[in-house]
């Protein structure tokens, strides 16, 4: 099978439910596309993933090129609105409902503090807590071990993370097993500074015209320049060349 097909990629939201089992979401994007091609683990935990989002206008384009299939891009900002409000709905309808529960891991302890305020205003069914983990390559175990319990022990409907592409994404897959609790885990990456505001998305006319990403470039270029000066050129060109390879076996 040709790589790039390995990737089960959604077309919709419609399989990202609260249904009582596990359901682990992740993005794929030209960079994290990139970053999988040299870390087999990282590449494992997006083709393992139960409902992967093309979050990315780049990975849209591909498949229109190789197979003709038309998909929209879905981030993982809308993601992150659709279980919100599908959680605040689903436990505003009577008295006899618990509140939802989000557990947010990730980013920095101010950013969760914004997070908190602003999901008390626009979500008031929905209980929240959160882990600011360490910033480094790999989480000890002890860490996330710690972690973990506090995740189990609050029992969350949704636990989001966000600890930048590849480790939120390999640590989802190595402790799966152990996360026993949360209906939905979704590995979301900058979303948090979005729901903050300490980072703006783009707007929607930006979004609309698929020039989100020179938006980002220009409001974070120490941040976005790695992904639009190195991994694009290297996901363009390997899209090109198998697209190639692929016309020439047909």
Known sequence: MHPFFNYKL???LDNVCLNGSTTVVNCLNPHSFVKALDD??????LEQSDVLLPDGEG???ALRLYGGKRIKKIAGDDLHSYLLQKLNKSNSDGEEHSAGKVYYMGSSPEVLKLIEKRLHQEYPNIEMRCWSPSFCD?????ESRTIIDDINTFCPDVLFVSMTAPKQEKWVARHRKELTKPQVIASIGAVFEFYAGTVKRAPQWAVSMKMEWLFRLIKEPRRMWERNFVSTP???????RHRRELKNEN
């Not at 087999?40 to 935990?45: I, K």
């Not at 790999?138 to 002890?142: A, N, T, V």
Request: hydrophobic share 45%; proline share 0%; charged share 30%.
């Open 10 to 12: 959604a077309e919709t």
């Open 40 to 45: 087999e683990a990282f590449r494992t935990a």
């Open 59 to 61: 990975i849209c384009m």
């Open 138 to 142: 790999e989480l000890s175990q002890d």
């Open 234 to 240: 290297r996901y363009l060109k390997w899209v090109w």
